[in-house]
T-cell receptor
Framework: AQSVTQLDSHVSVSEGTPVLLRCNYS??????LFWYVQHPNKGLQLLLK??????LVKGINGFEAEFKKSETSFHLTKPSAHMSDAAEYFC??????????FGAGTTVTVRA | SAVISQKPSRDICQRGTSLTIQCQVD?????MFWYRQQPGQSLTLIAT?????????ESGFVIDKFPISRPNLTFSTLTVSNMSPEDSSIYLC???????????FGPGTRLLVL
């Protein structure tokens, strides 16, 4: 069975400082892992995905995530937060089929 | 990635009525899915919309409450039947093409049931 735990329900950062969103997963197989972002009153947008290639994955808008099998983690980072990064972020795991398991989400607020 | 649209984008409905949500994709896709996002919650898969056959429902969701159609490879509908205030949610469709291993989501339909 697959599951995802997002360790922070809310993260607040100052504009221009680094962002770290933590995600741990549980999977019986070699999983695919994703980060999606949902801006207020918008749908979900794919930030990046890991599918057993390079363990450091670069996504859109300066985000990247590192797959660490030994720690069963897939944390999302960005070196410098922008006001437009304020949104809800979901870590998602998928095993061998199409079924996605979503984390509870992390709300990011960015202070000017 | 595919361009996905949903209609309506939002609606306010009275309890006991039904609402049909449409999902349109600009290219043929293998898989289409329907999700529910209750207020302040994460996403839960309702069902997989199968082209030409009955949808496959997840535990806790039944066809009588959430009938789904998928007449072709670019279009699907989800009906929320006999609505109650507990059905107030965002309903999202997603699509995946064979070999992509990635789901792309529509903008969602925001439903409020009074």
């Amino acid at each position: 069975a697959q599951s995802v735990t997002q360790l922070d329900s809310h993260v607040s950062v100052s504009e221009g400082t680094p962002v770290l969103l933590r995600c741990n997963y549980s999977s019986s197989y070699s999983p695919s892992l994703f980060w999606y972002v949902q801006h207020p009153n918008k749908g979900l947008q794919l930030l990046l995905k890991y599918t057993s290639a390079a363990t450091l994955v670069k996504g859109i808008n300066g985000f990247e995530a590192e797959f660490k099998k030994s720690e069963t983690s897939f944390h999302l980072t960005k070196p410098s937060a922008h006001m437009s990064d304020a949104a809800e972020y979901f870590c998602v795991v998928s095993e061998n089929d199409y079924k996605l398991s979503f984390g509870a989400g992390t709300t990011v607020t960015v202070r000017a | 990635s595919a361009v996905i649209s949903q209609k309506p984008s939002r609606d306010i409905c009275q309890r006991g009525t039904s609402l049909t949500i449409q999902c349109q994709v600009d290219s043929q896709v293998t898989m289409m899915f329907w999700y529910r996002q209750q207020p302040g919650q994460s996403l839960t898969l309702i069902a997989t919309a199968n082209q030409g056959s009955e949808a496959t429902y997840e535990s806790g969701f039944v066809i009588d409450k959430f009938p789904i159609s998928r007449p072709n490879l670019t279009f699907s509908t989800l009906t929320v039947s006999n609505m109650s205030p507990e059905d107030s949610s965002i309903y999202l469709c997603s699509v995946e093409s064979s070999g992509q291993e990635t789901q792309y989501f529509g903008p969602g339909t925001r439903l409020l049931v009074l």
